[in-house]
């Protein structure tokens, strides 16, 4: 039997309100990272390919699953999300991006006329490390980038993904600066939520991923690192952006890295 606050509603009502008012305040205008918003629900990352190109990219994911965690596929044309009520993919993100030929030419907070021109894209939602950040604040794990009100760093690697199809491309990683006594936690934390991205993939030093400069990030924004830091480094639902640019893909449609599309699911769904 579900929970029930003192005026009947269910704890699940509460949630899926929190989500479908995110979504609202996205769609009147705000552009910001989505780290710390509607904490507790499962966030995601959008990739949207024309139909030729979709089974390419469902390979690509299944190949390489700790970066690309599908959570939803959505048939072509189709907008709506069945993890989120209501919702329109073209404008509940807070920013995306425009690609043509594997180059980003536009980044827009409205995607619609977008996906007007192109009404056959197969969307493909992939799991968020954001939707964990909860867990590890629970903890009393700082989260570093949310304290000072700035994007997550993301870094490109020497990793190289098992290529798909037509697909290939290096992994893409977020980092986050942990306390040195509290690594070991953070890896049993996000190792529980494997369709988020789960346990780190990296602990330390960063040019053993072929990051030369920390403070550097190719995505989002410098780290803020304290002292008795570690560097922490877990896969990143950016990496379809890194494929598309290597393979050329012709046409597509992805999130701007940090902003994401949030959904009415409690990250107790994905909790192992």
């Not at 039997?1 to 899926?16: E, H, K, V």
């Not at 990352?45 to 700790?66: C, E, G, H, M, Y």
Request: aromatic share 6%; glycine share 10%; net charge negative.
């Amino acid at each position: 039997m579900s929970a029930t606050t003192p005026t009947g509603t269910s704890a699940m009502d509460t949630m899926r309100a929190a989500g479908a008012e995110a979504r609202a305040r996205i769609r009147t205008g705000f552009d910001g990272p989505t780290s710390g918003m509607a904490p507790g629900l499962v966030q995601a990352n959008l990739i949207s390919v024309p139909a030729d190109w979709a089974f390419d990219v469902l390979l690509f994911t299944q190949r390489n699953p700790k970066p690309c965690p599908v959570v939803d596929v959505l048939e072509p044309g189709q907008l709506a999300s069945a993890l989120a009520h209501g919702s329109d993919i073209r404008t509940d993100i807070p920013g995306y991006r425009i690609w043509e030929n594997g180059v980003l030419t536009d980044e827009v907070t409205d995607a619609t006329e977008a996906w007007e021109q192109h009404p056959d894209l197969v969307s493909f939602l992939i799991g968020c490390s954001f939707t964990f950040e909860n867990g590890l604040t629970e903890a009393g794990i700082p989260i570093r980038h949310q304290a000072a009100g700035r994007n997550v760093p993301m870094y490109r690697t020497s990793t190289a993904c098992r290529p798909a199809g037509r697909i290939s491309g290096d992994m893409v990683v977020s980092m986050r600066p942990i306390p040195a006594s509290q690594v070991a936690e953070a890896v049993r934390i996000t190792d529980r939520f494997p369709a988020v991205h789960g346990a780190p993939i990296h602990i330390g030093e960063p040019s053993q991923i072929g990051i030369a400069d920390l403070g550097a990030p190719d995505f989002g924004d410098a780290p803020v690192i304290e002292d008795g830091d570690i560097p922490v480094f877990w896969a990143c639902g950016v990496t379809p952006q890194a494929a598309i640019q290597a393979s050329g893909i012709p046409f597509a449609i992805t999130h701007s890295p940090g902003k994401m599309f949030i959904t009415d699911e409690p990250e107790d769904t994905y909790r192992q």
